[in-house]
């Protein structure tokens, strides 16, 4: 994540006590803290930890986050805007804080909702508003939802999903304001979480990865008889290169059998450290010795070579997953 000033600003001040912080708040506009009050709810409901994207102060802060459990971040907003504006216009700042919060991002309180409630708040709800909400989870979150809701609710969310990529962002906005009064009613308080949305086809596959292969195999099969081809697009999306650094141990090793070292090379000339790491953790030691002979003897192998090799493997990958055999390191 790229700070911006602002937010960099916000971390610093976050580094000191509410009392100190106030004091290099006096004399700055309302309006510049109200600024600053918002970028540091927006970073703390984001669930920011990257230290080595801000500055050394700043990192030593988001370590004190993780290691000091007397640290509450409302009641330090809290005081250190009472302490700069008043507690009147403290107040007004915090509900227009929230507001602009929402504004931003009208799906960060039902990501932090207790899954429980929404699944049950979802089970009335249009399939189409959610399929829209499941788009905008974490995908582990939301094949935990899946697995909440009705078979009924599931198979038509999930056939809806291959569909929602034009839905206006006002239509999104209503929907989340919906569901989100509809979880205050049900007493749903939010948490911290946010997790970028994706609108794919390759989200609704990591959805579906995550459910047990009864439950999976009956959503893709559902999928199948409306849309052949999203059935199918969504089935081998659920394994794609990239994931083969979170590939286990075990998966690895299966799928690599009766592949020798000049595929193994061609799979590897160009591939990400960690990628290359885990492969070569499902070979001997001996294996990738080899490997490693095979790859100082490659110039400059064709695209074609290097993309059949890596098929072979995602071939292996993607058959183990229709098994319900493929697994997963975190």
Same mark, same amino acid.
């Given at each position: ?5 602002? #937010?960099?600003? &916000?971390?610093? +001040?976050?580094? %000191? ?5 106030? @004091? !290099? /708040? ?22 920011y930890r990257d230290p080595r994207q801000t500055v050394e102060i700043a ?68 399939? #189409?508003?959610? &399929?829209?909400? +499941?788009?905008? %989870? ?5 094949? @935990? !939802? /899946? ?107 299966q799928a690599l059998r009766g592949l020798d070292e000049r595929q193994l090379? !061609? ?64």
């Amino acid at each position: 994540m790229s700070l911006t000033g602002k #937010q960099k600003a &916000a971390l610093l +001040l976050t580094a %000191l006590d509410a009392a100190t912080a106030a @004091e !290099l /708040l006096k004399g700055v506009d309302p309006g510049t803290v109200q600024e600053l009050a918002v970028e540091l709810s927006y970073l703390d409901a984001s669930g920011y930890r990257d230290p080595r994207q801000t500055v050394e102060i700043a990192r030593q802060f988001c370590q004190s986050l993780r290691q000091e459990r007397g640290f509450h971040f409302r009641s330090f907003l809290r005081d250190m805007l009472r302490n700069s504006v008043g507690a009147e216009q403290a107040g007004r700042i915090q509900q227009e804080i929230q507001d602009l919060l929402q504004k931003r991002d009208p799906f960060l309180a039902i990501r932090a909702a207790d899954l429980q409630t929404l699944a049950a708040v979802l089970e009335s709800e249009h399939p #189409q508003a959610v &399929a829209i909400v +499941l788009s905008e %989870l974490p995908p582990k979150k939301g094949s @935990e !939802l /899946l697995g909440l809701l009705s078979e009924d609710v599931r198979v038509s969310a999930i056939s809806r999903m291959t569909t929602i990529g034009g839905a206006a962002p006002e239509a999104k906005t209503r929907i989340a304001q919906l569901v989100q009064g509809r979880l205050e009613g049900a007493g749903a308080g939010p948490q911290a979480g946010l997790v970028r949305p994706e609108q794919s086809l390759r989200q609704i596959a990591l959805l579906v990865r995550n459910l047990d292969k009864e439950i999976r195999d009956g959503v893709l099969e559902a999928i199948r008889q409306k849309d052949q081809g999203a059935g199918e697009k969504i089935t081998n999306l659920m394994i794609v290169w990239e994931d083969l650094a979170a590939v286990g141990t075990r998966s690895m090793q299966q799928a690599l059998r009766g592949l020798d070292e000049r595929q193994l090379a !061609l799979a590897l000339h160009g591939a990400p450290d960690p990628i290359v790491r885990r492969i070569k953790s499902g070979i001997s030691e001996r294996a990738a010795g080899l490997v490693e002979e095979e790859l100082a003897l490659l110039a400059a192998p064709k695209k074609d070579d290097v993309r059949a090799a890596r098929d072979k493997i995602l071939a292996a990958l993607q058959e183990l997953n229709r098994k319900g055999e493929l697994s997963f390191e975190e």
